[in-house]
């Protein structure tokens, strides 16, 4: 079965720091989509980055960036210099058609 | 502006009485799916469609129903609501069935009493 974990339920971060949230996933496909979706207390899911299972290069958003290990089935996510707005559930997905989210994790922000 | 909607946004509502939860989407996309988000599970598809008139079961699709006659709207029908339908759903869609972006909807939480 095709699955996706996410290890840590909350994390919390100082404003201005870097945080890490931890995704690993289970599948025999060779070719998929990795995401990171926020959701903010408005309760919308807005798409954080995206990650092509055929490309070895790590992806960036401005101060979102992701560690994506195939080998591993890993699949983190990067926040530097936290800003309050951060703060929100961040869920990880996989999509080889369906996506499939884990979780999540809840971000705390701390001024 | 390129959306997905749904209506209504919230909805209280009784056992056994149906409803229909709207969705629409102006983006010509060929794939639509329905999630339902309840705490410390995540979300979890309940149905999808490839295209119009194909549809097919996700993670989770007892005690619901879906129809796609047109491109646009894809509805989610509740027969015979029952309190553990209680949730927080999203509507999504996307060019095609292997286009790696969805679009989601704002969400609709429904309470059933």
């Known amino acids: 079965a095709q699955t996706v974990t996410q290890s840590q339920p909350e994390m919390s971060v100082q404003e201005a720091e870097t945080v890490t949230l931890s995704c690993t996933y289970d599948?025999?496909?060779?070719?998929?989509?990795l995401f990171w979706y926020k959701q903010p207390p408005s309760r919308q899911m807005i798409l954080v980055i995206r990650?092509?299972?055929?490309?070895?290069q790590n992806a960036t958003e401005n101060r979102f960036s992701v560690n994506f290990q195939k080998a591993a089935k890993s699949f983190s996510l990067k926040i530097s210099d936290s800003q309050l707005g951060d703060a929100a559930m961040y869920f990880c997905?996989?999509?080889?058609?369906?996506?499939?989210f884990g979780k999540g994790t809840k971000l705390s922000v701390k001024p | 502006e390129a959306q997905v909607t749904q209506n209504p946004r919230y909805l209280i509502t009784v056992t056994g009485k149906k409803l229909t939860v709207t969705c629409s989407q102006n983006?010509?996309?060929?794939?639509m799916s329905w999630y339902r988000q309840d705490p410390g599970l995540g979300l979890r598809q309940i149905y999808y469609?490839?295209?119009?008139?194909?549809?097919d079961k996700g993670d989770v699709p007892e005690g619901y129903k879906v129809s796609r006659k047109e491109k646009r709207n894809f509805p989610l029908i509740l027969e015979s609501p029952s309190p553990n339908q209680t949730s927080l759903y999203f509507c999504?869609?996307?060019?095609?069935?292997?286009?790696?972006?969805?679009?989601f909807g704002p969400g609709t939480r429904l309470t059933v009493t």
């Open positions: 999504a869609s996307s060019l095609s069935g292997y286009s790696y972006e969805q679009y």
């Open positions: 599948t025999s496909e060779s070719d998929y989509y």
């Open positions: 990650q092509e299972a055929y490309k070895q």
């Open positions: 997905a996989y999509r080889p058609r369906n996506l499939i």
């Open positions: 983006m010509n996309h060929e794939y």
């Open positions: 469609s490839m295209n119009v008139e194909v549809t």
